[in-house]
């Protein structure tokens, strides 16, 4: 339990200080390439002379180039879904339990690839290739800031699909993603059918509704209100770390659940009636200053208008960038399964079972499972293991 505890926190928050491990003779060693667009136009009409992404591929593509699985990356997340890039490094690729010769996505079988989305929330993580409002502009050479194009999921969407073609792929054996990436998983199937024969949505929604779009504000308010964020021109000057860290704090604690706060805090021994907060409106609580010391620490290597791009990106997304639901499922193909998490708080499973029940309705082949445990949102990363087999046997299983 402790070690599961110690990885979930290093590999996805970035909230405890990991301790070096070594690699054993079936760790994955992968290295991260570099894709650029020249004259990208996003779905709102805008364009940007250039575009660059980072990406990573495991396995051996197929002479026929039909054994490729896509793997679209989560909110705070990168492309590194897999393996090392050194002996020295910390902890694998996010799913790497899952991603590997003989594991549920079997690299011996498969051509994985996964790319890092547009306006990357860890821009400053020298593994990360990324093109947002962080980057210069070559037509002014100043960061874009808030002139870079509000970005949606069909344009994540169309960067993977210019880098394969670029690869010579003009069909997916199947797109699977988590959270943000089961987005940009819907989003394949719903607006290239023609290339995904099956999709796994993990942890994630078809559409943003009511809820999830005013869920997600609460991650952009602290920013906006941190007086250094300046409109988004803070490049040369002091960012709004203390704006950004906030919303790490949010995003974190909705990741996650009671259970996991509370298991925390009597490791703190946390109190309601602790000396400092008690005799100090400025102090804080041992689990508050838990949280805020080690978001702080991930600010540093983020970007706050990034984060803010995402944010939109993600309130933005509608099945297929559709006018209703109905209508963008109606375009999707492909063999579909649902993997929602039982105790997600963020995406909760009404999401997931909301499209897959229209879908069902539709007379598509679809599926659905849940993911069980503590860890809420983050069991479709930390605990995907558990739903191995479901995966290999939708992979292995004919697509239509």
């Not at 070594?22 to 290295?31: C, I, M, R, Y």
């Not at 570099?34 to 709102?44: D, K, L, S, Y």
């Not at 002379?49 to 990356?73: C, Q, R």
């Not at 989305?117 to 020298?126: F, M, R, S």
Request: charged share 15%; net charge negative; with cysteine.
């Amino acid at each position: 339990m402790l070690r599961t505890h110690v990885f979930l926190i290093a590999l996805l928050s970035a909230l405890l200080f990991p301790v070096v491990s070594h690699a054993d003779d079936t760790t994955l060693f992968v290295e991260k390439q570099r894709f650029e667009v020249q004259n990208f136009t996003f779905f709102n009409g805008k364009q940007i002379p250039m575009l660059a992404v980072g990406w990573e591929s495991y396995g051996t593509l197929n002479e026929d180039k039909n054994n490729v699985v896509l793997i679209t990356h989560y909110f705070t997340g990168s492309s590194h879904a897999a393996g090392k890039y050194s002996k020295s490094d910390s902890t694998p690729g996010y799913w790497d339990a899952i991603i590997g010769p003989g594991k549920a996505i079997d690299t011996n079988t498969y051509f994985v690839v996964s790319v890092d989305a547009i306006a990357n929330l860890g821009v400053h993580d020298p593994n990360v290739i990324t093109t947002g409002p962080a980057s210069t502009n070559p037509q002014t050479g100043k960061p874009y800031g808030l002139d870079f194009p509000v970005v949606t999921m069909r344009d994540m969407v169309n960067v993977q699909k210019a880098l394969l073609e670029s690869l010579g792929i003009n069909q997916l054996h199947a797109v699977v993603g988590p959270s943000m990436g089961s987005m940009q998983a819907i989003e394949w199937a719903s607006a290239y059918p023609e290339w995904v024969e099956r999709l796994i949505s993990v942890i994630g929604s078809a559409q943003s509704d009511a809820w999830t779009t005013t869920a997600l504000e609460q991650w952009a308010i602290p920013i906006k209100l941190d007086p250094l964020w300046n409109n988004g021109n803070y490049y040369g000057d002091q960012p709004p770390l203390e704006g950004l860290t906030a919303a790490l704090m949010f995003i974190t604690q909705v990741a996650l659940t009671p259970e996991y706060f509370n298991q925390q805090g009597k490791a703190l021994a946390h109190s309601p009636l602790e000396n400092a907060p008690l005799n100090d409106i400025r102090a804080d609580h041992a689990i508050t200053d838990w949280l805020y010391q080690r978001a702080a620490k991930r600010a540093s290597m983020m970007d706050a208008n990034h984060l803010l791009y995402l944010v939109r990106a993600c309130q933005l997304f509608m099945a297929g960038q559709k006018d209703s639901l109905k209508t963008g499922l109606a375009d999707i193909q492909a063999k579909t399964l649902f993997l929602p998490a039982s105790t997600d708080l963020l995406l909760m499973p009404y999401h997931a079972h909301s499209a897959y029940t229209a879908m069902a309705a539709q007379g598509k082949a679809v599926e659905y499972a849940e993911l069980n445990g503590t860890l809420g949102h983050l069991e479709g990363v930390v605990g995907i293991q558990q739903q191995a087999e479901k995966i290999k046997q939708f992979l292995d299983s004919p697509a239509r």
